[in-house]
């Protein structure tokens, strides 16, 4: 700001005193940032600035003091150029768009010395990518721990110690975490929390080879007086489950080391073997309150420690080693195994609680991971990308680190520096990255030819990642199926008809929507209303084709979850091939079944796909009164010849006849319980009929002896007597007693007249001697 930038000065020729003095001055140009004193000077409002105005024009009057005006007149205010040691052209905000590839971040970039107090020797610029507010600290794919490891080719022997509840963790369920959906499950321990993992999960009996990975991220511990900085933090413990306090295996933080416990078992080693038992690496990722991924390989009596994908190098006295003796064998003693705490058996609770946050927590036994798998795992899929090696010219050099969030450069050339910084890019290769600010930083130094450093002013920006365009994923079908019982019995394809689709809107005119069959999906659920009932309802997968994918499933009461990131035609071939199993559909009218997918650790959801099952019910009988309109598999008809009953031949094969010593009938399957009663009665009447006629005519036959001396004596032989009953003509009269009908066909009657009490014994007789016994052998419908 100036008090006095120029004065003007105005004259009048006037003689009198009123019109010959200037009053005042003005000036006549608008939006000026000037002002214009009564003496004609004229000074800034506001500081100026050559990138905005190079010169400013303005256009000055004077009024006397009868106020009459001037001719304007023009005074010109050239602003210098201040020379400010710095980049120039680079751009406070960078726009990137998700699937745009590699984009440079300062194309424009001009480094001005302004001439320098000394004599320039060495320049340096390092350009810095921020990231540690996004996830585990870089932009990574959002899968679970299952998907994140199959993508990158891990062992499949590898247990999830800390999978999602959703998936039937029981165990993980009251731990704090979590609820985006922009990366996956991270668990919190506030050193109050832990988690006791099954042992149907976990064989608790480590080999001599084994991997444990996960993502830690802990605070930086108090001061070294402080008790709690030589506490022990536990990440994993297998320890002893009663009477005793021994720690077998874990892996703890302490005083900012890493330890790894491995105790020998007693059948591992004799008792007089001194080994490794304790390895304790010292690095400044354990607590600088960062997301580092760590992997512990094991290769007794080697220790390998992997820290982001890099394998750790050891020094003279990094890691320490301690040796120890193996444990004594200890009978009836187990051991529990506890994530975020250790069990002390003696006082029965746990202790040495974690203070931090994990994730993605496995342990592989019998086998070490791969290497690559370990990098894979920590990859990050935004990264800074060095210029090409061509534009190096001679005495300049070009650096980046591991996680390539850093790219430095430097040398003698000013001309060839400015060219590499403008050609720094970034990339998001993710297809969905998470959107928002990532924080650029520009630092530079120039180092003069006498030793001192010339601090070049630090260059902040950002890069700003748009909101991608959020898929829509589809799930299409015939929605509503009806079978029969015994398609239920041998199982129904479900979602045979189903088709998955993945599409994506873009806003450019006249564009489609754009299907890619690369699109993957890595969770698919099943609900059933109501519940499975367990004890006759379940589903068939296809395992084999869910091994070789490596394709995952959960099954529980409410129905099954289908989990593993994986392409969405491969989720359709498994989908048609799921049966559902009923073994009594009689029970049911339908069942409907809601299926939803979702890609990126629920991030993107589908719609939610309705499957309703109707179950065929048979048909009611039809009338008996309809004339010769019988069905062959309810009604059997009953022929007794020669003393003899035995059942003719039926038109249909459903129904096996049996002897009525057995007390068994024939019904169908779906004949309810007010069925089977009606049935036991009719049963009853008849043979309470049969032995009553059978009483009748033995009686008459004793009478009729003497005078029929070569008649042959009367048996009734029961052996082979077999009647089928119809339970459904007793529906209409459940509580009558149904009489016996004569057949339509019959000329013949049997309706038990001949056993009336009112007839004398030689009437009885008499009709015996002319019937000679003979069983009305026409047929008897029940």
């Known amino acids: 700001m100036y008090n006095n930038i120029v004065q003007v000065k105005a004259e009048d020729r006037d003689c009198t005193p009123k019109y010959s003095d200037i009053c005042k001055y003005e000036i006549l140009t608008p939006d000026q940032p000037f002002t214009i004193d009564s003496e004609g000077r004229i000074k800034n409002t506001e500081p100026l600035s050559w990138e905005r105005s190079h010169n400013h024009i303005l256009r000055v009057v004077a009024f006397d003091c009868g106020m009459k005006r001037s001719k304007p007149t023009n005074v010109n205010i050239k602003v210098n150029e201040v020379c400010h040691i710095g980049w120039k052209g680079v751009y406070d905000r960078i726009e990137y768009v998700p699937e745009s590839g590699q984009q440079k971040l300062f194309p424009s970039a001009r480094l001005d010395l302004c001439d320098v107090p000394c004599k320039p020797e060495k320049l340096s610029a390092r350009i810095t990518l921020a990231t540690g507010h996004i996830g585990k600290g870089c932009d990574r794919d959002t899968y679970s721990v299952e998907s994140q490891r199959k993508l990158c080719g891990a062992n499949t022997e590898s247990v999830d110690l800390l999978p999602t509840p959703e998936l039937g963790a029981t165990w993980t369920r009251n731990l704090p975490m979590d609820e985006g959906r922009e990366s996956d499950q991270i668990y919190e321990f506030d050193g109050a929390t832990s988690v006791v993992v099954p042992e149907t999960i976990l064989n608790h009996n480590l080999t001599d080879n084994f991997t444990v990975a996960f993502w830690m991220k802990h ?5 070294p007086n402080h008790t709690s900085h030589h506490m022990k933090e536990h990440i994993i413990c297998n320890s002893d489950d009663h009477v005793h306090n021994r720690h077998h295996y874990s892996i703890f933080v302490r005083n900012c080391r890493l330890i790894l416990l491995l105790r020998r078992e007693f059948y591992q080693e004799r008792p007089s073997i001194f080994r490794p038992a304790e390895w304790r690496w010292k690095l400044p990722e354990v607590c600088d309150n960062q997301w580092h991924h760590f992997a512990v390989s094991v290769k007794f ?22 040796d120890d003796w193996p444990l004594h064998p200890m009978k009836g003693v187990n051991t529990t195994f506890v994530v975020g705490a250790c069990w002390q058996g003696q006082e029965n609770k746990t202790q040495f609680n974690f203070h931090g946050y994990l994730a993605g927590l496995s342990l592989l036994r019998g086998k070490t991971e791969n290497p690559e798998v370990l990098s894979c795992l920590h990859q990050c899929k935004e990264s800074l990308e060095e210029p090409s090696t061509d534009l190096l010219e001679p005495g300049m050099e070009l650096m980046t680190n591991s996680e390539k969030t850093q790219v430095t450069m430097e040398g003698n050339n000013k001309e060839n520096l400015e060219k590499l910084v403008s050609n720094v890019m970034y990339w998001n290769s993710r297809k969905f990255p998470t959107p928002g600010r990532r924080n650029l930083y520009l630092d530079t130094v120039v180092m003069c030819s006498n030793g001192k450093p010339q601090k070049v002013p630090e260059v902040k920006s950002y890069v700003m990642v748009m909101q991608p365009e959020e898929p829509s994923i589809g799930i299409n079908g015939t929605s509503n199926l ?19 689709t993945v599409n994506q809107n873009h806003e450019e005119e006249f564009s489609d929507v754009v299907v890619t069959t690369d699109d993957k999906v890595d969770k698919c659920s099943v609900q059933v209303y109501p519940p499975l009932n367990p004890d006759h309802e379940y589903f068939r997968l296809p395992q084999n084709l869910m091994k070789h994918l490596r394709v995952h499933h959960r099954d529980h009461k409410e129905g099954l979850v289908i989990y593993g990131a994986d392409k969405i035609h491969n989720y359709e071939l498994i989908l048609r091939q799921i049966l559902y199993f009923n073994r009594k559909p009689a029970y049911y009218l339908n069942r409907a079944f809601k299926l939803v997918c979702s890609e990126l650790n629920d991030r993107f959801v589908s719609n939610e796909y309705m499957q309703t099952l109707t179950v065929i019910h048979p048909r009611a009988e039809p009338s008996r009164e309809v004339e010769n309109h019988v069905d062959p598999v309810h009604v059997a008809h009953a022929q007794v010849n020669e003393h ?22 024939v019904t169908k399957t779906s004949a309810s319980h007010a069925m089977t009663v009606i049935i036991v009665v009719c049963v009853g009447f008849l043979v309470s009929m049969i032995v009553l006629g059978v009483i009748r005519i033995r009686a008459a036959h004793h009478r009729t002896q003497d005078s029929r001396e070569d008649e042959q004596e009367m048996a009734w032989d ?4 077999t009647i089928t009953v119809n339970p459904m003509e007793q529906i209409d009269q459940p509580n009558k007693a149904q009489p016996l009908q004569e057949d339509e066909d019959s000329d013949s009657s049997d309706d038990g007249s001949s056993y009336h009490d009112g007839e004398s014994s030689e009437e009885e007789t008499e009709k015996v001697k002319e019937r000679e016994l003979e069983w009305d052998n026409s047929n008897i419908s029940f």
């Open 219 to 223: 605070e930086p511990f108090p001061e």
């Open 301 to 322: 009596p080697e220790a390998f420690l992997y820290i982001d994908g890099q394998v750790f190098r050891v020094t003279a006295n990094n890691p320490e080693v301690i």
């Open 644 to 665: 003899k009953v035995e059942a003719p031949k039926l038109k249909s094969g459903h129904v096996n006849t049996k002897g009525l010593d057995s007390g068994e009938t």
């Open 718 to 721: 029961d052996s082979s007597l």
């Open 482 to 500: 009806a079978r029969e019982y015994e398609a239920f019995k041998e199982g129904i394809e479900l979602f045979n008809t189903i088709s998955l």
